[in-house]
């Protein structure tokens, strides 16, 4: 099928590049053009594994191109997925200016000559699929077509679930896909396009193996409403199960609880599910702070005050805090001390810092008067760009981020830290201390390797002793004996 992709970003890039691997003909628009020149040269615009090769292989068997007009694809396209930005407002309510241009644009696009389907890709309040109808009629007007009367199209929401970091494999592999439209025109166009995915009829491309269990992709068809509110409801879920996580990790810590233990007895409840427990220094992202903002704001235009999701945002900024906290606790004083960051991105395999708890972290330490080393194997130049205003000093490597430091903070779990060797980075630092905002290394081996360790829910005591001593009572002659 011919198809448009408005918006070259995280999701734009990764669904044309996906859709054109299944056999679409696709073409993915953007207004940036330094973006599309990018992607024209065969270059991905972000870091995402697996991407630059997938356009790369399109671009060869000639299934995708870019551009920075919409009117021609989109006349030729049967199609047109928009998946431009929905930033937050400062009220919280998602901005729509992107989506509206967009949509008036494909108005003024359209003929008579086919049906059209276009899909809400974005992550769009409840009622945006009835706010783009209105404005492609309203662009389908603006264009003085004479042909207007011919212009049939519908209007479908899709909302996208797939992760930074595997985007790829989460494309070709979702665990569903789900759609919204109001008349079955639209649904059959859409599931006619998607068939290939559904049924995984194709070969997986190198490097991102298909799941062995997937037969096959589930589909669920909804009204628009409904999948609008799928898209917010999972991202405020997966937000809570964080927050809930990290919860439980701090008074896990109080009462000389292991948090990884406790995870994984409560993650092997077929009902709770193992994945996104995880204590840490908090989410971050372009999504989840939006989302869940997002959400409240369109409960509160209907009345309705949600304490839980207010809860989980209350949550994770406290525990962004958390690893102020522990430096205090080490270091007492945070004045003139030089803090060592491993990671920036928000997450690994990610070059978006958008709302990474590491500038939060950055930002209170440099507040007080602290001085910020950071190493990130991919960030550091989107750090750099975005927060010119941070002052932080970008190292080549783990170790030049450790040397003179007097603590170093784990903050994103990228996976070539986990072979780091502790000795040597503990003997480079000026006291070794290691606020370890992952849970990437077991307590006993950086204890071993020289470090004053504390992790996010962990009990330093080592295990076989007791989970909590008890005190001896007031006028007591001899202590009372740990339990074991
Ligand atoms: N990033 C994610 O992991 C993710 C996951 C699921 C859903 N989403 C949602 O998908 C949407 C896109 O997210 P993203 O991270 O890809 O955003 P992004 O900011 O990375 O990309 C948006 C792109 O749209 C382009 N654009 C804006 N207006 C345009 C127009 N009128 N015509 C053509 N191009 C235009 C911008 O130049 C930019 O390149 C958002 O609503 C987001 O919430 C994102």
Not at 1 to 21: E, K, N, Q
Not at 391 to 405: K, M, Q, T
Not at 440 to 468: E, K, Q, V
Request: proline share 6%; net charge neutral; hydrophobic share 40%.
């Amino acid at each position: 099928m011919r198809v448009t992709v408005i918006g070259t970003g995280y999701v734009g890039t990764v669904t044309g590049a996906c859709l054109s691997y299944l056999g679409h003909r696709v073409t993915c628009v953007d207004i940036d053009p330094s973006k599309v020149a990018r992607l024209r040269r065969g270059e991905s615009p972000i870091y995402e594994p697996h991407l630059e090769e997938m356009l790369q292989l399109a671009a060869r068997r000639g299934g995708i191109d870019f551009s920075t007009e919409l009117a021609e694809a989109a006349a030729e396209s049967e199609v047109i997925f928009i998946a431009v930005g929905t930033p937050p407002l400062p009220g919280g309510e998602a901005n729509l200016t992107q989506i509206e241009t967009a949509a008036r644009s494909i108005g003024a696009a359209m003929d008579g000559s086919r049906y059209r389907v276009v899909v809400n890709k974005s992550t769009v309040p409840v009622g945006c699929g009835n706010l783009v109808e209105t404005l492609i009629r309203e662009g389908i007007g603006d264009a003085l077509r004479t042909d207007r009367r011919d212009i049939r199209f519908g209007v479908a929401s899709n909302p996208e679930f797939l992760r930074e970091g595997c985007a790829v494999a989460d494309s070709l592999y979702p665990d569903r896909i789900v759609l919204g439209a109001a008349d079955e025109n639209t649904l059959q166009v859409m599931r006619e396009l998607y068939q290939p995915l559904v049924a995984q009829r194709f070969a997986p491309p190198p490097g991102v193996p298909r799941p062995p269990s997937l037969r096959e992709v589930k589909l669920l068809a909804t009204t628009l409403t409904s999948a609008e509110m799928i898209k917010y409801a999972a991202n405020a879920f997966l937000a809570m199960k964080i927050g809930f996580a990290n919860e439980i990790a701090n008074i896990c810590e109080r009462v000389g609880a292991e948090a990884t233990e406790v995870m994984t007895g409560i993650g092997l409840d077929s009902r709770i599910g193992a994945k996104f427990l995880n204590p840490g220094v908090g989410w971050g992202g372009s999504c989840f702070a939006k989302d869940v903002h997002a959400l409240l704001h369109t409960a509160r235009e209907y009345g309705y005050e949600s304490k839980l999701l207010q809860a989980s945002l209350d949550v994770n900024a406290a525990q962004r805090q958390m690893v102020i906290q522990k430096l205090q606790e080490k270091l007492y004083i945070l004045k003139g001390r030089t803090i060592g960051l491993l990671g920036l991105a928000f997450k690994p395999d990610t070059d978006d810092m958008r709302d990474a708890p590491s500038l939060h972290i950055a930002e209170r330490l440099l507040q007080m008067d602290a001085r910020v080393k950071a190493y990130d194997p991919i960030a550091m130049p989107n750090c750099r760009q975005q927060r010119p205003d941070l002052r932080i000093r970008y190292c080549d490597s783990p170790l030049e981020a450790a040397r003179d430091s007097d603590a170093l903070v784990v903050v994103t779990e990228w996976q070539q830290f986990r072979s780091l060797d502790l000795e040597e980075l503990a003997k480079e630092m000026a006291t070794p201390i290691l606020v370890d905002g992952r849970n990437l290394f077991l307590p006993a081996a950086a204890a071993a390797a020289g470090f004053d360790y504390t992790g996010i829910g962990r009990c330093p005591r080592p295990r076989g002793a007791a989970s909590r001593p008890i005190r001896p009572e007031a006028g007591a002659a001899a202590p009372l004996p740990l339990i074991l």
